[in-house]
């Protein structure tokens, strides 16, 4: 692993590491996602990422009576964003999906190819590849596979649809037509996604 790559996915580790402390509102974070953001969301099974609504990623709404009343229905469920351009249905983002550890070096050695000479890659460097990147967040892994905690990077939409191995990398990119599953929701064993850089209102 490189030293850009071990800073990287050190980090993500420490973050992946720490479960909750107390119970999850994913209720309220979906209100602001659509509130705050005006992010379309929609309800996944419980530490899971399948849909529970019957259109999936389709029926994702950004209107608070809709939501509250999927999240009366399923206080734990999970929280799903379509991806891909708003006058598709999506957030108006693009999400390059950085599966585990594979994924996280991927990942970090593409948005530290730009570096100028001396960067101390030791370090955390804010190298971002040429990439506009607006938010970014740990997804937690499948420690039952062997697969540790990757990324999810928030770009700006394309209109291009989901594709895998971006680049012949082990990254994917969730654009137009996809989804993804969003922070704080929780997998099987009980851990969440965390915001590394949480999204802003603008």
């Not at 953001?37 to 259109?55: A, N």
Request: proline share 10%.
């Amino acid at each position: 692993m490189t030293p850009n790559a071990l800073s990287d996915a050190l980090h993500a580790l420490e973050i992946a590491a720490v479960k909750p402390s107390k119970p999850v509102d994913l209720r309220a974070s979906a209100l602001y996602y659509a509130a705050r953001l005006g992010w379309p969301v929609f309800p996944l099974k419980p530490r899971g990422k399948t849909p529970l609504t019957e259109h999936g990623f389709m029926d994702a709404s950004a209107d608070a009576a809709t939501i509250a009343a999927w999240w009366d229905r399923h206080p734990d469920a999970n929280i799903g964003l379509p991806t891909g351009p708003r006058n598709g249905g999506g957030i108006g983002y693009d999400v390059i999906d950085a599966d585990g550890p594979a994924g996280v070096q991927a990942w970090s050695d593409l948005k530290h190819r730009r570096c100028p000479p001396g960067c101390s890659r030791e370090a955390f460097c804010p190298a971002d590849g040429g990439f506009t990147i607006y938010a970014e967040a740990v997804t937690p892994g499948n420690a039952e596979v062997g697969r540790g905690p990757g990324r999810h990077v928030y770009v700006p939409a394309s209109g291009r649809g989901n594709s895998a191995r971006v680049g012949g990398r082990p990254l994917d990119l969730r654009g137009a037509g996809g989804y993804v599953v969003a922070v704080p929701s929780i997998n099987f064993v009980g851990s969440a996604y965390v915001w590394i850089t949480p999204p802003v209102a603008t």
